[in-house]
């Protein structure tokens, strides 16, 4: 059998690495097309891909024509919401109005027959795999709609894997956000064949657009453990930017998330420079992956002032900064998820931002309310240091509920349901002699 994965940007490369190296080690073989920026294929993930057999990974440049990528890539860029935001705005509006869908459509499908011809040619079973895709989404959700009907054309399935997972448990958590109602942003999944999610709380974004057969909940393939054995293996060992001496220090990582989000930032300021008080603490503060830079408090010039305070580079990898930390303090993000299974103490900045975490509402022993919360958990970990911080009862109901739905053997779930529907579709037509 063989899969043809899109990926496009870190957080699908974070959780669906896994799922095709799984794939992979069950005898398929698959191929990998980069869609996003060109820096991926040197990120160290894909490196571990590229050693494996019965895999090909190539961005989508090397993969086009030089002319038919430019048109591809401008009628991408001409859809982007992010690029209709800027002072540019009114420009591309107009732009895209005037080269509508109807005039998109010939390179859609142009790139949508290379790409598939050259993956399943020959092929009698396969699968199409993109990760969750939105009509906000990067990458064009009409391009993916045209690469999802040319593949069933051709007897090919399509599936959507998870790029992440649910840090909140409540839905009103962007700005602008103001009606509690189904969230049409998650009603592209209905393109695919089968959605995949971690758990209960992310099926809960897609139900009410597609039917209880349409949604498959496996677990997280970037938590298992599997996969986490595996990637404690190749993981590259580098030294958080700004980390500096740290001595014996308690070191502290805040993650954000991005602006786009409602977070308090003038009362995460205000706890930066309270801990940063502490003369026994180091701490490193870790903008969002995508977009986390745009916000004010990173922008700060008194940051930079503050001798044991530091901003990570964009670059750096979640998981050095939690390897490196002793305490983490979350404003809802799933990457956290990974420290929780280590047990290294999580703290769930829920009072920072609109939502409710999900972390605070499986382990409420790792929320923190208010400001003298922090005081009083940074205190005592300086003084008791960071042993015995959670309710082992309540990390495992986390573990189960949360990464582990259905079982610690997470991965082979991924694959059967990868075989499934591979043989679901009826391949190509036969060659008429």
């Known amino acids: 059998m063989k899969a043809l994965f899109f990926l496009r940007h870190y957080n699908d490369i974070d959780h669906i690495t896994p799922v095709i190296s799984k794939w992979i080690e069950s005898g398929h073989q698959c191929d990998v097309i980069l869609v996003g920026n060109p820096k991926f294929r040197h990120d160290y993930r894909i490196k571990f891909l590229n050693k494996l057999g019965r895999v090909r990974i190539a961005p989508i440049h090397d993969l086009l024509p030089l002319l038919e990528f430019l048109k591809w890539r401008l009628q991408i860029l001409l859809l ?10 009114p420009f591309i509006n107009i732009l895209a109005n005037a080269y509508d869908a109807r005039k998109r459509e010939p390179v859609w499908r142009s790139t949508a027959r290379r790409l598939l011809e050259r993956s399943f040619t020959g092929i009698g079973e396969g699968v ?117 001496s740290s001595g014996n220090r308690l070191k502290v990582v805040m993650f954000l998330r991005k602006s786009d989000f409602t977070i308090f930032w003038e009362e995460v300021s205000e706890v930066v420079e309270m801990i940063a008080a502490f003369p026994g603490v180091k701490l490193i503060i870790k903008p969002h992956t995508r977009g986390g830079w745009r916000q004010p ?52 900045a829920d009072y920072l931002h609109a939502g409710r975490s999900a972390l605070a509402h499986f382990m409420p022993e790792t929320e923190l309310r208010c ?41 082979p779930r991924y694959v059967a349901l990868l075989e499934a529907q591979a043989q679901a579709g009826r391949g190509p037509e036969p060659a008429r002699v």
């Open 128 to 244: 199409v795999v993109f990760d969750w895709i939105t009509r906000d989404s990067p990458v064009s959700l009409e391009w993916v709609e045209m690469v999802v009907s040319t593949a069933r054309a051709m007897g090919f399935s399509a599936v959507s894997l998870p790029h992440g997972d649910s840090p909140h448990v409540n839905q009103l958590i962007r700005h602008g956000e103001w009606i509690l109602e189904p969230d049409a942003l998650f009603a592209a999944a209905r393109i695919f064949d089968k959605l995949v999610v971690p758990n209960v709380l992310c099926a809960r974004r897609f139900q009410p657009f597609l039917d209880d057969q349409s949604i498959a909940i496996l677990g997280s393939p970037r938590y298992c453990d599997e996969w986490l054995g595996k990637l404690a293996q190749f993981s590259p060992v580098v030294p958080p930017t700004g980390s500096g």
């Open 371 to 411: 400001r003298d919360d922090v005081y009083k958990k940074i205190d005592g970990f300086l003084s008791n240091g960071c042993d015995s911080f959670y309710v082992e009862d309540h990390r495992q109901r986390f573990i189960n509920e949360m990464l582990d739905a259905g079982g610690p053997d997470v991965l």
């Open 297 to 348: 408090l990173t922008a700060k010039s008194s940051l930079r002032q503050m001798p044991n305070v530091s901003v990570a580079e964009e670059s750096a990898h979640s998981i050095h900064l939690m390897n490196w930390a002793d305490v983490i303090i979350d404003l809802a993000t799933s990457v956290v998820f990974e420290a929780v299974k280590a047990k290294k103490p999580v703290l769930a």
């Open 80 to 89: 982007i919401g992010t690029l209709r935001r800027t002072l540019i705005g």
